[in-house]
Antibody
Framework: QVQLVQSGAEVKKPGASVKVSCRAS????????INWVRQATGHGLEWMGW????????GSAQKFKGRLTMTRDTSKSTAYMELSSLKSDDTAIYYC???????????WGHGTLVTVSS | QSVLTQPPSVSAAPGQKVTISCSGN????????VSWYQQLPGTAPKLLIY???KRPSGIRDRFSGSKSGTSATLGITGLQTGDEADYYC???????????FGGGTKLTVL
C-alpha cells in the first residue's frame, strides 16, 4: 500500500535548523508531488510548500520563502524538508503528503513533532 | 484567521446526518477544486473527498461532497461515534499563491 514514513521527533534551539525526511513506498516516487503541511498543537493545518520529485521543482508559501528548503533523493524515494532560523512558534507537527500539483493530499505521513525551545 | 470559513463545531445523534460548510471566494473555492480531510484524535489527516465530490477508494458513500459558487459542503450520513473527528476543507488560492485550509470543524456524535 501507498505509505509515507517520516523521521522521528526533533528538539531544536531557536535559530537552529531542522531537517525532516519522508520516505515513500508503494508507488513510483516521481509520479506525484510531495507537499509539506504543519499543525501547531490545538490549531489547524498550514500548507508550507510542494516539491516535484521528478524535476526537483519547488514552490512555497510566501511566509516560508528564504527559510524553507525542499529536496529529494530519488534513489531512496525520500523527500526532505529543511526549515531554518527556527522560532518558538515553529513548534508543530510537520506532515508530508502526496498529491497532484496543488491538488488533494493522500496519503499523509504520520507526522514529525518539531519542538523549538531554549 | 483562516481564509476558508468553517463552523467551529457541529453535533448530531448517532444514525443522523450532518453537513459541514466551507466558505471562500472566487480566488479559491470559486475557481478551484475542493478536498476534505478527516483528522481523528492524535492521527494524521485522511483524505475523504477530492475534486469537490469524488471519494477515494475505501471511503464509504456515507461521506459526500458538493460545491456551489464559492462554498463547499461535506455531508455525513448514518453518523457513528467513530466519526468524531476534526474535518478540514482545502483548496488552492490563486490570489494568495498557496493552498488554504479551513479552520476545521469538530464533529461530536452525541
Amino acid at each position: 500500500q501507498v505509505q509515507l514514513v517520516q523521521s522521528g521527533a526533533e528538539v531544536k534551539k531557536p535559530g537552529a535548523s531542522v531537517k525532516v525526511s519522508c520516505r515513500a513506498s508503494g508507488y513510483t516516487f516521481t509520479t506525484y508531488d510531495i507537499n509539506w503541511v504543519r499543525q501547531a498543537t490545538g490549531h489547524g493545518l498550514e500548507w508550507m510548500g510542494w516539491m516535484n520529485p521528478n524535476s526537483g521543482n519547488t514552490g512555497s508559501a510566501q511566509k516560508f520563502k528564504g527559510r524553507l528548503t525542499m529536496t529529494r533523493d530519488t534513489s531512496k524515494s525520500t523527500a526532505y524538508m529543511e526549515l531554518s532560523s527556527l522560532k518558538s512558534d515553529d513548534t508543530a507537527i510537520y506532515y508530508c503528503a502526496r498529491g497532484p500539483t496543488l491538488g488533494w493530499f493522500d496519503p499523509w505521513g504520520h507526522g514529525t513533532l518539531v519542538t523549538v525551545s531554549s | 484567521q483562516s481564509v476558508l470559513t468553517q463552523p467551529p463545531s457541529v453535533s448530531a445523534a448517532p444514525g443522523q446526518k450532518v453537513t459541514i460548510s466551507c466558505s471562500g471566494n472566487n480566488s479559491n473555492i470559486g475557481n478551484n477544486d475542493v478536498s476534505w480531510y478527516q483528522q481523528l484524535p492524535g492521527t494524521a489527516p485522511k483524505l475523504l473527498i477530492y475534486d469537490n465530490y469524488k471519494r477515494p477508494s475505501g471511503i464509504r458513500d456515507r461521506f459526500s461532497g458538493s460545491k456551489s459558487g464559492t462554498s463547499a459542503t461535506l455531508g455525513i450520513t448514518g453518523l457513528q461515534t467513530g466519526d468524531e473527528a476534526d474535518y478540514y476543507c482545502g483548496t488552492w488560492d490563486s490570489s494568495l499563491g498557496l493552498v488554504v485550509f479551513g479552520g476545521g470543524t469538530k464533529l461530536t456524535v452525541l
